[in-house]
C-alpha cells in the first residue's frame, strides 16, 4: 500500500505570496500524481496531473515538480480564491489498495 | 457545459441500503471512465470505486468491496451507485468523478457537486 504524507497540515500565507506545499509517497509513483484544490463548501477541481502539467483553465501560478517520492506543489502569489485544501493523489497502483489521496494540506490567510 | 449532477443521498439507519444515481451533460459519456470518491464531514478524500467506459471492469475499495456496487448505463448517460448494509463510517459527500478522455493518468478532471449521505439510527 502506497501512503502519501502531505505537509505542512497548514500553512498560513499572506495574499502575494509564494505557497509550497509538499507530498511525500512512501514508495515510487514515478510521475503518477495529481493535485487537487478544494474551496470551502466546493468539490475538488484537478489543478496538475503527470506531476506537473497543469489542467485545462489552471493559472500559472500553479506548478508541480517531482517524482518517485517527492512531490512539491508550488503557488507562486496567492490570490484571495486560492485559499483553500490542496489534496495530493497517486495512480501508480491502479486500482488504489488502500487510501490513493493524501490527507490534505489547508492553506490559510496569515 | 460539463456537468455531473448526483442525487440519491439521505439519512438512513445502519445496515440499511441507498442508491446514488449521476446523471452527465455537455460531453460524450461513453468516452470516460468514473470514479465515486467520497469525503467525511471534516475528513480527506477517499476513492470509492471505479468504472470503464465499456462497464466491463469495475474496482471498489476495501471498505466498500461486498456491499456497494457501481454501474453505468451509456444510453443513459447515467452512473448508480448501489450501497447496501450500510455503516456510520460510510455517512459523508459522495462525488461522481470524470476521468479524463485519455484515461486516468491524466486526473480526474470534471466532479459533480456531491450527494450527502448520513448513516444514523
Known amino acids: 500500500e502506497i501512503v502519501l504524507t502531505q505537509s505542512p497540515a497548514t500553512l498560513s500565507v499572506s495574499p502575494g505570496e509564494r505557497a509550497t506545499l509538499s507530498c511525500r509517497a512512501s514508495?515510487?509513483?514515478?510521475?503518477?500524481l495529481a493535485w487537487y484544490q478544494q474551496r470551502p463548501g466546493q468539490a475538488p477541481r484537478l489543478l496538475i496531473y503527470i506531476a506537473s502539467t497543469r489542467a485545462t483553465g489552471i493559472p500559472a501560478r500553479f506548478s508541480g515538480s517531482g517524482s518517485g517520492t517527492e512531490f512539491t506543489l508550488t503557488i507562486s502569489s496567492l490570490q484571495s480564491e486560492d485559499f483553500a485544501v490542496y489534496y495530493c493523489?497517486?495512480?501508480?497502483?491502479?486500482?488504489?489498495?488502500?487510501?490513493?489521496f493524501g490527507q490534505g494540506t489547508k492553506v490559510e490567510i496569515k | 457545459e460539463l456537468q455531473l449532477v448526483e442525487s440519491g443521498g439521505g439519512l438512513v439507519q445502519p445496515g440499511g441500503s441507498l442508491r446514488l444515481s449521476c446523471a452527465a451533460s455537455g460531453f460524450i459519456f461513453n468516452h470516460h471512465d468514473f470514479n465515486w470518491v467520497r469525503q467525511a464531514p471534516g475528513k480527506a478524500l477517499e476513492w470509492v470505486s471505479y468504472i470503464t467506459r465499456s462497464g466491463e471492469i469495475i474496482y471498489y475499495a476495501d471498505s466498500v468491496r461486498g456491499r456497494f456496487t457501481l454501474s453505468r448505463d451509456n444510453a443513459k448517460k447515467s452512473l448508480s451507485l448501489q450501497m447496501s448494509s450500510l455503516r456510520a463510517e460510510d455517512t459523508g459527500v459522495y462525488y461522481c468523478?470524470?476521468?479524463?478522455?485519455?484515461?486516468?493518468?491524466?486526473?480526474?478532471?470534471?466532479w459533480g457537486q456531491g450527494s450527502t449521505v448520513i448513516v444514523s439510527s
Open positions: 468523478v470524470r476521468v479524463h478522455e485519455a484515461g486516468y493518468h491524466y486526473g480526474m478532471d470534471v
Open positions: 514508495q515510487s509513483v514515478g510521475s503518477n
Open positions: 493523489q497517486q495512480y501508480n497502483n491502479w486500482p488504489p489498495h488502500g487510501r490513493t
